[in-house]
């Protein structure tokens, strides 16, 4: 029994949840509208400003497909909504961020600054040389994007230099010790 996919999703005012013949799940917000194609077998309920889903049968794929179609459309409510945001430091001596126009400049220590442009549907700020907080409605596109500008130059454990999310712990390592 799936108690993710069990629980029904609410749908805020100012939010409309539509699903098509092809199991199609579009989402319109404030924020914006996402669409999303989910799993043919799954059937999708709204009724009451609730949205339900149900499974067709209890085999292992259906039961593991019903927490994540719950999920998934839980989400696009979500991110139309309120939207999601990441936040990375930059720590090191020399590190740092910047940003002009759509593009994403960081030097992080190698011999040439690394330029990134800002996906669609993806906003990118830099309130400081060594924060940059990316916001969006998808939370797929946000972690994605986020994860790829980590592993420029992930932390490393001895100074704890590198990228990092702003929650995320180091475990320190001492390092060489003299005679």
Partial sequence: MSRIGLKPIEIPAGVEVKVDNA???TVKGPKGEL????DKGM?????????TVVRPSESKRDRSLHGLT?????????GVTSGYKKTLVIEGTGYRAAKAGKKLTLNLGYSHPIEVE????????????HTIVITGIDKQ????????????????????????YIDEHIRRKVGKTGK
């Fill in 141 to 164: 596109k946000v972690g994605n994007f986020a994860a790829n500008i980590r592993d420029y130059r992930k932390p490393e454990p001895y100074k704890g230099k590198g990228v990092r």
């Fill in 23 to 25: 199991n199609v799940v």
């Fill in 35 to 38: 669409t999303q194609q989910v």
């Fill in 43 to 51: 059937t999708i309920n709204i009724e009451d400003n609730t949205v």
């Fill in 70 to 78: 719950r999920t998934l459309v839980g989400n696009m409510v979500e």
């Fill in 118 to 129: 800002d996906p669609q549907g993806i906003e990118v700020e830099v309130p400081d040389a």
